[in-house]
């Protein structure tokens, strides 16, 4: 069966990021905006809100990346690394 997907809003996203993972290490990347997708399949219509980020020129959906692991407030992503470092001088002394 095919199936349809139709962007029905567009909403901000300022202060979001998408995490990403790399070799243990993770990243994020600062969403463009968050979007209202409507997907039809077999006549069954579900709706959800998806990440979406820049990659050069194009804009697409962040989940779609194998490496996507979840979207996060930036000051809540920020705060998990600093928590880290703190863990890390902590073990030093």
Not at 56 to 85: C, Q, S
Request: with cysteine; hydrophobic share 40%; glycine share 8%.
């Amino acid at each position: 069966m095919s199936q349809q997907e139709t962007i029905l809003q567009l909403l901000p996203a300022n202060g979001w990021v998408a995490v990403f993972e790399d070799a243990g290490e993770e990243s994020a990347q600062a969403l463009v905006c968050f979007a209202l997708v409507e997907n039809t399949e077999g006549g069954v219509a579900r709706r959800q809100v998806r990440p979406m980020c820049a990659d050069g020129k194009h804009i697409g959906f962040a989940d779609t990346a194998p490496n996507f692991v979840r979207v996060e407030e930036l000051a809540e992503f920020e705060g998990d690394e600093d928590e880290e470092e703190e863990d890390e001088e902590d073990g030093e002394e």
